[in-house]
């Protein structure tokens, strides 16, 4: 029987486990280090067998997916923007399905428009057409300044190449790997950086399956994943 199915056994015999415990259990069977032992609790979590509770404490049971629930306007101008540009990939969402997430709650009423970057002028002016309040990749005195939450507005931005999605009703949306870099990255969602990003994360650990390993990969893509790697480290 190998590590892993021996892990596997012990933690299908209590309902959560602690590291420090399950250490002690496997060191009178296996010559392991605790980075060795990390480096099977992550393979574990990322093949969705275990699932992290907080730092140190795992869990078999299957923790909820974040599947974000397009509003009527995302999925309306989806298809537009599909009919118009059928080659182009899309990521199309609106603001509300980041308030699960937050701590300090702001409500966030703008639908988000990702597309390939070679293509963004085009697609904010094809929008713009249709909606006035439309904006370009925003920065953060713009947002201050012009753009309010709670009207919507429809933000036109890159779409990182690779970057995770999935479906949902029909549209792309972003997983919650993309999401969680994202908010750390761009500017328009300065006023959630800094400490109300690492509730966030939390939040998402507790209560969602986070694949880390698509997680750090997206962050590489993005260049932080060693800030990404401290923020886990600091409550995993």
Not at 49 to 68: A, C, E, L, Q
Not at 116 to 126: K, L, N
Request: proline share 3%; glycine share 2%.
């Amino acid at each position: 029987m190998n590590v892993n199915n021996i892990i596997l056994d012990f933690a299908n015999t209590n309902k959560e486990f602690r590291t420090n415990d399950l250490f002690e259990y496997l060191s009178g069977k296996f010559e392991l280090s605790k980075k060795m032992l990390s480096w099977h609790l992550r393979k574990l979590m990322d093949e969705n067998k275990i699932f992290r509770i907080s730092k140190g404490v795992y869990t078999t049971t299957p923790k909820d997916i974040f599947r974000p629930v397009p509003n009527t306007h995302s999925i309306r101008l989806y298809k537009k923007l599909k009919a118009e540009y059928p080659l182009l990939d899309f990521c199309v969402y609106n603001g509300e399905i980041l308030s699960d997430l937050q701590h300090h709650l702001s409500y966030n009423n703008n639908i988000y428009i990702e597309t390939e970057r070679d293509a963004t002028e085009t697609i904010f002016h094809f929008v713009q057409d249709i909606h006035e309040r439309s904006f370009l990749s925003p920065k953060e005195d713009m947002m201050s300044d012009y753009i309010r939450l709670d009207k919507r507005s429809y933000i036109v931005k890159p779409l990182v190449s690779e970057s995770p999605i999935q479906e949902v009703n029909g549209i792309n949306v972003p997983t919650i790997e993309k999401l969680l870099v994202d908010i750390q990255c761009d500017k328009d969602f300065f006023y959630m950086q800094g400490q109300e990003a690492l509730y966030m994360m939390q939040n998402t650990f507790a209560n969602y399956n986070v694949n880390v390993g698509m997680l750090l990969r997206y962050a590489s893509r993005r260049n932080i994943k060693s800030q990404i790697e401290k923020y886990i480290k600091e409550f995993v």
